[in-house]
């Protein structure tokens, strides 16, 4: 994005694995981008050094007012004594992977404490923090880069493996976590994911039941197509997609079939899109596919599938998973910066959609979303 290019509207973004970046990749999300960048000059561990796109004043620049930062860590007990290559989220046991997953947890609390965050657990607390926002956040110049304000934060989970058992959600409820899947990738404790066929364990039933019970949301991305049906008949609690696109413009089990679509639409759910590159190019390949090949209008295009399936703008928003181990160079070629997700509301006026759809799906979608479904007050 230009650097006088104008921020028109907040954005809440649902799905950014801050505390990942900060402690898988050792990024200083304090620091500006461009220092952020600079800093990884000459690392070649991870494709993705050197390419960030989120930092905490990126965000602020960028009109991110609201987020919903990850928890992430996966079991992964058949890599012991392998040669298997293992990703920076994967530990052996249940055990390091909760450890993990609270040592997430007090990376936002710390950053809460000097005032980069501010946590949200209760539809009133959302309340007094959306009422502080401005209809614009800039009418010249640039985005505020110098503001203080803290970003309001709902926390979530991307797979459930760091709750040792279901009756442990509640530990995880009581430190302020407020939506979870169950599972990432592969066959999980509780759940079949994304690349298998796996359905919604037993355990998995439990902590479904205990979700409800404590009024935690279910995040349905990642879920294997049996696992997501199977979820949605055992969990009648609110649900939601927090990062997740359309299959029948990009093939493959990761993407939501019309069909699921519309059961989410039907249960009140908004889905969040994303913005890795082969979620929007069919038959991208990692390393190899240049983002030349795809831009932000890729991702309109899945917003405006979901609404047509709809039948309204209501049930979509922005679920970037930008720096998602993740960078640049598997985004689309206009997005180097979570800032250029503000193209996005031209993008949508350019394709016949009015200020307030737009408004909708930038940010006010969700925050409705969970105005509704967190608790009403800490009582």
Known sequence: MNEGALVTMPIFDSHLDLASNALFLDRDLL??????AAGERGMDDLPCRGHPTVSLPEMRRAGVRLCSPTVLARVRPQIRGTAVPRSAIDYVTGE????????????????????E??????????????????????????APSDSVAPTGCILSMEGADPILSPDQAALWWERGLRFA?????????????????AGVTPEGRDLLRAFEELG??????????????EALEVFSGPVLASHNN???????????????????????GVIGVACDAWMLYPGWQRGVTQPQVV?????????????????????????????????????????????????????????????DQIAGIMYGNWIGYFRRNLPADGG
Not at 31 to 36: D, G, N, R, V, W
Not at 97 to 103: I, P, T, V, Y
Not at 121 to 134: H, I
Not at 255 to 260: A, G, R
Request: charged content about 20%; glycine content about 10%; proline content about 4%.
């Open 96 to 115: 390091a992977a909760h450890a993990m997953g609270l040592a997430q947890i007090a990376y936002y609390e710390l950053l809460a404490a000097r005032g």
């Open 31 to 36: 620091l500006p981008l461009e220092e952020l």
């Open 117 to 142: 965050l501010a946590i949200i657990t209760t539809a009133e607390e959302l309340d007094a923090f959306a009422r502080e926002l401005p209809v614009g956040l800039a009418d010249s110049g640039s």
């Open 216 to 229: 935690i949301v279910l995040d349905l991305t990642h879920l294997s197509e049996p696992a997501f049906h």
């Open 295 to 355: 831009s932000l209008e890729a991702l309109v295009d899945h917003m405006d599938h979901i609404c047509n399936l709809a039948g309204n703008a209501d049930h979509v928003a922005i679920g970037s998973d930008l720096d998602g181990l993740f960078g640049w160079e598997q985004t689309p070629h206009d997005l180097r910066s979570i800032r250029d997700l503000q193209k996005v509301p031209q993008m949508l006026r350019g394709r016949g959609y009015q200020d």
């Open 181 to 197: 899947s169950l599972v990432h990738y592969g066959v999980g404790r509780y759940a079949g994911g994304t690349g298998s066929t």
């Open 246 to 268: 359309c299959r029948s413009l990009v093939p493959g089990d990761r993407q939501f079939s019309d069909d699921q679509i519309r059961l989410i639409v039907e249960r009140g």
